[in-house]
């Protein structure tokens, strides 16, 4: 019979685990040292059998975040203004939007300078493969959300919509820490870093349309730009200090 070695019982533990379902995809694995007081191991034995799991693809880490159960980043290109639901698709992937929320109310503060005071909020859940990846608050100009119902938007995007009474969009990328309500519908820990997408889309006549905020694990989300002319500077990228 051939020796198992220490770090491969606890590899071994681990993967049982994310095969049970113990730990789901995307949540995070204890500390380096939770894990070596749990196994009574030492961290070198235990970043040996995490090592391994790395290298099956069962595992990943970042810095800042810790280990997680791997699964495939989901990437968004910032080139175009495209929806959730099309650049998964293209990636292979199935989608699922939740709409949790949805009516009129008057605006926050900082969305009434942009639409107006009152507009249609839409507060939904975006799922790739099943699991949470986006929590989605959009805000619409009343006379653009008037004609719209609750359905509608289950079941298609603002920007299919509206496609025709659409124009330009500017994002501005930033970062949060998950709130408790956040985080639960996320499956993320409370306090977990967040990729906060804030998005201003105008009309076909130049004024704003919609204001919407996207909130996005850090850990499972990446953004792509394609960098244009020889100075390697995209347009409409800046960095704010």
């Given at each position: ?165 659409l124009g330009h ?18 499956k993320v820990d ?52």
């Open positions: 019979m051939a020796r198992s070695f220490r770090y491969q019982e606890i590899a071994e533990s681990i993967r049982g685990d994310v095969e049970k379902g113990v730990l789901a995809t995307g949540a995070l694995l204890p500390s380096e040292s939770e894990l070596s007081a749990a196994h009574d191991a030492s961290r070198v034995t235990i970043r040996k059998a995490l090592e391994q799991l790395r290298g099956e693809g069962l595992v990943d880490s970042r810095q800042g975040f810790g280990w997680f159960v791997g699964s495939s980043p989901i990437r968004q290109s910032l080139d175009s203004l495209e929806t959730i639901e099309g650049q998964l698709a293209e990636a292979g992937r199935s989608s699922e939007r939740r709409v949790l929320q949805f009516g009129f109310v008057q605006a926050p503060v900082e969305v009434e300078a942009l639409v107006g005071a009152e507009v249609l909020e839409v507060k939904r859940l975006n799922l790739a493969d099943g699991e949470p990846f986006a929590y989605v608050t959009v805000w619409c100009k009343a006379s653009l959300g008037a004609d719209l119902s609750r359905s509608d938007v289950e079941e298609s995007t603002f920007v299919d919509l509206l496609l025709d009474r969009a500017t994002q501005v990328i930033s970062a949060i820490a998950a709130d408790a309500a956040i985080a639960v519908a996320l409370e306090g977990s870093p967040l990729l906060r997408v804030r998005r201003v889309t105008t009309d076909s006549a130049g004024g704003n349309a919609l204001v919407s905020e996207h909130l996005y694990p850090a850990r499972r989300t990446e953004f792509e730009v394609t960098l244009s002319g020889p100075t390697g500077e995209p347009a409409g990228l800046r960095l704010v200090e």
